[in-house]
């Protein structure tokens, strides 16, 4: 009798989740259909990338591999686009100094090169986009920028005129993952909830030309 009990609960529970992982695979597919139309492209990549975690093998996967590869190079284009131009560091992490990722006071960015510039005008890290260009991992999803081991997530949001360049570490230089809480979405004072969500928990800079 608890066998068939047993038995009973496991097929529900398989079901119920099956049943889950069809409307999270729906809720993606519509996701990045909407974004397309909008031309959210990055967002869109997103989407069909977390279309495969959850199916590998329908005709869902294969449309959405055919979206990933002709999606790739017009978000790394995108991206590049919304990077160009002179950022100022603004805020940096202690736990960021021990990095292959060297942040400078300047961050230069042209065409498919980013320089990291200091004070007197010395460029102390360069990365030609080319050899090393942006890309989707499971920890950051898209933009991800991978040196040696290291893993970063690359995001950038405009605030009362600021334009930031956020940069968050996933992957240490050991290989090690990283994860960062961030409490300040659940936060119930709405005033204060906004004056923690405007301030940064990451490195960033800010963009000055």
């Given amino acids: 009798m608890r066998t068939l009990i047993s038995l009973f609960v496991l097929l529900n529970f398989t079901s119920a989740k099956a049943q889950t992982n069809e409307e999270v695979l ?10 397309e139309l909008e031309h959210k492209y990055i967002e869109a990549l997103n989407c069909y990338y977390n279309i495969l975690k959850l199916e590998n093998s329908s005709n869902y996967s294969k449309n959405a591999r055919t979206k990933i590869r002709l999606l790739l190079p017009i978000c790394r284009k995108e991206i590049i686009e919304k990077l ?6 603004k805020q940096r992490f ?15 960015v042209e065409d498919n090169q980013l320089y990291f510039v200091d004070k007197s005008n010395e460029i ?48 240490d230089y050991n290989g090690n993952l990283l994860c960062k809480i961030d409490e ?26």
């Fill in 26 to 35: 729906k809720s993606h597919i519509v996701s990045a259909e909407k974004y």
């Fill in 84 to 89: 160009k131009g002179t950022w100022k560091l």
């Fill in 94 to 108: 202690d736990y960021d100094y021990n990095s292959n990722l060297k942040f400078s006071e300047y961050l230069e």
């Fill in 124 to 171: 102390i890290l360069e990365i030609n986009l080319n050899d090393n260009p942006f890309i989707y991992t499971d920890f950051a999803g898209f933009p991800s920028l991978k040196i040696d081991k290291e893993i970063w997530s690359i995001s950038i949001r405009e605030l009362r005129r600021e334009k930031r360049l956020r940069c968050r570490k996933h992957i």
């Fill in 184 to 209: 300040r979405g659940i936060i119930i004072n709405k005033k204060k909830r906004k004056i923690a969500l405007e301030k940064e928990i990451d490195t960033y800079y800010v963009k000055i030309d």
